[in-house]
């Protein structure tokens, strides 16, 4: 699991196939961004949108739950590892 094709997910930048799988190599789009892991396990992510320039925040649990916060918008949905 890549963090630029969460985050990539998350700016709406990735596209989400029927089967619910992404594809791709999203690294240079996304750019620059800073992730730490907290004490109850959760990652936090903050960076700026590769191509409009919005700020977000992301935070995913251990359970692949996700919640970001891109400008204005708030996405959530959950990250399962691939067969």
């Known amino acids: 699991m890549l963090m630029s094709t969460i985050i990539a997910v998350a700016l709406g930048i990735a596209p989400i196939s029927h089967d619910g799988t992404v594809s791709g190599d ?3 789009i996304v750019g620059r961004y ?8 959760k990652t936090h992510v903050r960076g700026f949108h590769g191509v409009t320039g919005a700020p977000y925040e992301l935070t995913m ?20 590892e691939g067969a």
């Not at 800073?34 to 396990?41: I, N």
């Not at 916060?69 to 949905?77: D, Q, R």
Request: aromatic share 6%; proline share 0%; no cysteine.
């Open 26 to 28: 999203y690294s240079k």
């Open 34 to 41: 800073s992730q730490s892991v907290d004490s109850r396990g």
């Open 61 to 80: 649990d251990k359970d692949g739950n996700v919640e970001a916060t891109v400008g204005e918008l708030i996405v959530n949905f959950q990250v399962r």
